[in-house]
C-alpha cells in the first residue's frame, strides 16, 4: 500500500510561482512512474507531468518551460516547481503513483491564480 500527502498549493498572482510537494510512504517500488495531474471545474484530470524511476521527465504541452518536476535523492519526495503560473493554471492538483498495475492517489491540493 502506498500512501501520499501533497503539499504546497494556494493563492497566486499571475506569473507568480508555487512548489507543490508529495511525501510517498509505503511500498515504493524503484521503477514507480510518479506524476502530478490536475483537475479545473468542469473538466476532466489531466496529465501535468511525471517522472520515471530513471528521472526521464514528460511534460503537459501547456506547461512546458514553465513547469518542472522532480523527486529526491530517496526518491520517496515528488516536487512541482511551477513558475509563470496563469489563470488557466487553477486546478486541483493531485500527486500520483503508478507501479506494477496500480495508480495511486493523493487528497490534492488547490491551486489557484489569480489578481
Known amino acids: 500500500q502506498v500512501q501520499l500527502v501533497e503539499s504546497g498549493g494556494g493563492l497566486v498572482q499571475p506569473g507568480g510561482s508555487l512548489r507543490l510537494s508529495c511525501a510517498a510512504s509505503?511500498?515504493?517500488?524503484?521503477?514507480?512512474?510518479m506524476g502530478w495531474y490536475r483537475q479545473a471545474p468542469g473538466k476532466e484530470r489531466e496529465l501535468v507531468a511525471k517522472?520515471?524511476?530513471?528521472?526521464?521527465?514528460t511534460y503537459a504541452d501547456s506547461v512546458k518551460g514553465r513547469f518542472t518536476i522532480s523527486k529526491n535523492s530517496a526518491g520517496a519526495t515528488v516536487y512541482l516547481q511551477m513558475n509563470n503560473l496563469k489563470p488557466e493554471d487553477t486546478a486541483v492538483y493531485y500527486c500520483?503513483?503508478?507501479?506494477?498495475?496500480?495508480?495511486?492517489w493523493g487528497q490534492g491540493t488547490q491551486v489557484t491564480v489569480s489578481s
Open positions: 500520483n503513483v503508478a507501479q506494477n498495475w496500480d495508480n495511486y
Open positions: 517522472i520515471t524511476g530513471g528521472r526521464v521527465t
Open positions: 509505503g511500498n515504493i517500488f524503484r521503477f514507480a512512474v
